[in-house]
């Protein structure tokens, strides 16, 4: 009883509370490190730990041969994120705790979007934050959580008819603060992981929804002024000019490719992309916090190896979970479109330095990737996995 009511609080935390959910990792490590004292876990069941491992090495190299030390230094342990995916694979791959896991993410998600919509209609704010530091952050968990319940819904994965109900108004009440959060991003990641997802799944049927949500999508952009302001940059030519939000990032994109060109082994550490951007540009722009593109802020800060390992853990993620969603794997479907619209995310911000978006995401990876071990049906189908049920619930 206690270990459920921890996984459902540490479950819904992911979008309420950001100090809450650190708390609950702390808890998650201290406890899968008894289990190891215990010899109930070893390290030959994490098969990702080839590629964790040179990950915190390389991120804590990158804090000594920064550009700046003395600024890098403090973030020289920020791997910590990477500690949401081993604690809660290696408790998946023992227990079954997906279909809980799903069920209080979502939970936490409409509480979050309650208060969004709140903040959009009655304090009248431009762009609803939730609870989280801002609008994009908010944008980009709750694009994730809403990818996570169309695969339910898609595969058939609820216990019972109440919980489909659930489900269906949770992903409306979603969607509907997604708008509110006026964030294009994950705006058009969601929309491209729904037509990639749909497609796969329902072969041409899905083919044929996902033009009609697109085409919705469009329409919604239009009725809604607040949303199509956002979007006016896109054919008004404002995206040459480096004081809007595109015209900037474009900037910074061509920026970042100069920095990682001159510092391609170790990159200029943590906190140190505003002080080399700037010696780069000549003058300040309107943000310059990071390169608003998670890879090319990964490389410039950790450097080319480290960013060659990163990219072989997509790899690594892409192999155990991309087969099993073409062979219609429940579990595999969800877990690939998690992944597809995080990766999509990260092409305009920086989502893997993002703790809030950072965590939630590994929190969810290790689970779905735990599970497709523990069922043996990640990778290509094994014979002994024939038979296998995969559905998340």
């Known amino acids: 009883m ?10 819904t935390s992911h979008m309420l509370s950001i100090a809450s959910t650190q708390l609950f990792l702390g808890c998650l490590v201290f406890y899968s490190a008894f289990l190891f004292y215990k010899r109930r ?22 804090a000594i041969t920064a550009f700046d030390p003395g600024r890098s230094m403090p973030k020289m342990f920020n791997w910590w994120l990477y500690l949401y995916f081993i604690a809660m694979f ?17 939970i936490g998600a409409d509480i979050a979007a309650l208060y969004g919509l709140y903040q959009y209609i009655f304090k ?12 994009l952050t908010f944008g980009n968990t709750l694009s994730m959580v809403f990818c996570l319940i169309l695969a339910c819904l898609v595969t058939g994965s609820y216990r019972h008819r109440k919980e489909l109900v659930f489900y269906a108004v949770s992903g409306i009440l979603i969607m509907a603060a997604l708008f509110a ?109 990071h390169a608003h593109n998670a890879f090319l802020h990964f490389a410039l800060t950790h450097g080319l190896i480290a960013f060659s390992v990163l990219v072989a853990l997509i790899v690594k993620l892409l192999y155990d979970t991309l087969p099993g969603a073409l062979r219609r794997e429940p579990i595999a479907f969800a877990a690939i479109s998690v992944l597809i619209v995080f990766l999509l995310e990260g092409l305009t911000e920086n989502t893997i ?35 296998v049920s995969g559905h998340l619930n």
């Open 41 to 62: 876990y070893v390290w030959s069941d994490f098969p990702y730990w080839y590629y964790f491992c040179p990950l915190i090495l390389l991120t804590m190299l990158s």
């Open 181 to 289: 959060s006026s964030s294009r991003g994950p705006m058009l990641a969601t929309l491209a992981t729904i037509f990639i997802m749909l497609t796969i799944f329902k072969r041409m049927k899905g083919f044929i929804v996902s033009g009609i949500i697109v085409a919705l999508f469009l329409v919604s952009i239009v009725a809604i002024p607040a949303v199509g302001t956002r979007y006016n940059e896109f054919v008004d030519n404002s995206w040459k000019n480096e004081d809007t939000s595109i015209g900037v990032r474009i900037r910074l994109w061509k920026t970042s490719l100069e920095i990682i060109r001159d510092y391609p082994l170790f990159g200029i550490g943590e906190r140190n992309f505003r002080e080399v951007a700037k010696q780069y540009i000549g003058h300040s722009l309107i943000t310059m916090s």
């Open 124 to 135: 009248v704010l431009p762009r609803a934050e939730g609870f989280f530091t801002h609008a």
């Open 90 to 106: 290696l408790l998946a791959l023992k227990k079954d705790i997906l279909p809980t896991i799903t069920l209080y993410i979502v």
């Open 353 to 387: 330095g993002d703790s809030e978006v950072a965590m939630l995401f590994y929190f969810l990876m290790g689970t779905f990737c735990g599970t497709l071990y523990r069922k043996n049906i990640n990778g290509p189908l094994k014979k002994e996995a024939a038979g």
């Open 2 to 11: 206690i270990f459920e009511s921890f996984i459902r609080l540490m479950g």
